[in-house]
């Protein structure tokens, strides 16, 4: 059952641990791995997700624009709230993504502007983590939805 539909609006692929993160306009998720050419594979935190309402809620507060790469996700997403979603299954174009949990933000959030990390702890601002339950190519524009299923 569908409940709500929402946007892809960034894909951001990290060359290396640490690295910079690559804007893309189309990616490959991959079962159980995640992004291809993604530096974080396997286990649980195969892709992270923000929300881009909330990304610009943020930064409103904050009284200043901040790239939202500077997150450090791997998708932005708009029209969906990802709020105590813990659990629940995430559809971008034809691919799902299990939420398992809270990004926490880091200290690197701070470096790219100071009380960026304390200002995304409120309300699941840091986002989403998740695991790739099928293979395909998505790409900015597609379509994210919630879908209801049982694993």
Known sequence: MIQHNGRLEA????RARLGPMDPVERAIL??????LNNANQGG???VTIICK????AVTERLGVEIDPA????NLMISGIDLKNTRG????VGSCRIQV?????????MDQAWMGLRAALQ?????GVFGEVLDDGKIGVGDIVQWVEEIL
Do not use: F, M, N, Y
């Open 88 to 91: 629940k299954i995430l559809q």
């Open 100 to 108: 398992w949990g809270e990004t926490r933000p880091c200290e690197r």
């Open 122 to 126: 409120d309300t699941w601002g840091g």
């Open 11 to 14: 894909i951001w692929i990290k």
């Open 30 to 35: 991959r079962a159980g791995a995640g992004l």
């Open 44 to 46: 649980k935190r195969q």
């Open 70 to 73: 500077a997150r450090r996700a």
């Open 53 to 56: 309402e909330s990304w610009a």
